[in-house]
């Protein structure tokens, strides 16, 4: 189940790879807690409230991220760049530069992270080609340097 957890988030962002996300050795316990819960619900056991609890966080994003730092969009903190830009978010980040979440998925990140019941205000499309292959040789270049 790990392999196509991960293969998601790379079809994402090219960028979504150890160490920016957690390595499978931290995703195996948090995916195998999720799988417990999940039969548990299904066989009837446990009250109401936690099967309510359960059956929400379905429609959550499984974050495997490292960076669980505060994703601020610009229109609530009455940023002067709100709208003059592509990425209209910010975030107060302390993690060191390989673990940062991409900018261009800030806004996205803190949609999931945020949106209450059903649908959040952005959905996971198809791959954007042209950026993966710009965020690919980004990369390449960043090793060989």
């Known amino acids: 189940m790990i392999v196509p957890l991960l293969h ?3 079809k ?5 790879k150890p160490p920016v ?3 499978c050795r931290t995703i195996e316990p948090k995916l195998t807690k999720l799988w417990h819960k999940a039969v548990e619900t299904s066989l009837g056991k446990g009250n109401l409230a936690r099967k309510n609890e ?3 966080t379905l429609d959550t ?8 730092c505060s994703i601020q969009l610009c229109s609530e903190s009455n940023c002067s760049h709100s709208g003059k830009r592509e990425n209209n ?3 107060d980040c302390g993690c060191p530069r390989e673990k940062k979440i991409p900018v261009l998925e800030l806004e996205f990140i803190k949609a999931e992270r945020t949106k209450a019941e059903g649908q959040g205000s952005m959905q996971m499309g198809s791959i954007d ?8 040789a980004n990369a390449k270049k960043r090793e060989q340097i």
């Open 8 to 10: 998601q988030w790379t």
């Open 21 to 23: 996300i957690n390595q």
């Open 89 to 91: 978010s910010h975030i």
């Open 54 to 56: 359960f059956l929400h």
């Open 129 to 136: 080609y042209s950026e993966t292959k710009k965020q690919i």
């Open 61 to 68: 994003l499984f974050d495997i991220l490292t960076c669980k």
């Open 12 to 16: 994402a962002n090219a960028l979504f």
